[in-house]
């Protein structure tokens, strides 16, 4: 598809533009809201169960934290160990499912083994599993150890869901293997790796950020999971807090805006990554669009 057709079909696609700007005002809430509040996540205040007021955007529940820092700060941290998760797993699958479609032989045989292995096995559960000895027990202690938990939750995570992304991106690299750019590029003298990185990714990009979105939408899903489970990054994870909120009873006891308003925050995000895949599925796949 040319540059020209891709920003037109970018253009008329309301639905795109308006995920991407929920996507975007969610990631500024996180960059920027740590600085519009003098509170800190795990700041008691003198007031409890105050609703939403110009000094309290989002309200104070009813142990007296605010919920607005609470939001933003918790923002960061599950965020961070979404964006960690999926990087990881998009670059491993996208790269062995290059390899093995491109090479084969061998090398596609144990990455079909290793990726019917990862099906077969519920990623939940090995991460339930992992965290419990590797998280909630974790050996660094300080001010590294929020970073220390952020960072193995994501790789951990990451590192469970490749697979899909592997065998789709597999298929993906033996077509193009006998395609006419590729055998010319063979006959020219080129490596197997500049082949790779010169010929089969560039043809590839708009899968690779479609597999990108969708593991970050699938791994904030399955943090939300596991932090309801108990297994957190950080104390003040925004899934984490909202766990919390209503274990403290913010819901029987009428405080609403402690868990509605992250509530949304964390559905519009999520939601609307899903929705972006869809609009971006319309705008590469021809057949999306009924053509």
Known sequence: MSRSITIYLLKRNKMFWLCVSAILAVIALAIIGPFLTPYKPNQVLPVRS??????????????????FSATVYGLRVSLSVGLIAALIATVVGVGLGIIAGYVGGVTDSVLDGLTILLLMLPPAFLLVILGTFYILGAPVTGPFKDLYT????????????WHWTAR???????ALKVSDFVAVSKLSGNSTLKIIFKDLLPNMASYVLLVFVIQLANALGTIVTLEFLGIKASDWSLFARVQQWLQMGALVSGVWWAWLLPGIVIVVLITSLYLLVNSLEEIFNPRARGE
């Open 150 to 161: 952020i960072v193995l939750l994501g790789v951990m995570t990451g590192l469970l869901s």
């Open 168 to 174: 789709a991106t597999r298929s993906i690299a033996s």
């Open 50 to 67: 105050q609703p939403p007021s110009w000094e309290h955007p989002f309200g104070v529940d009813n142990m007296g934290y605010d919920v």
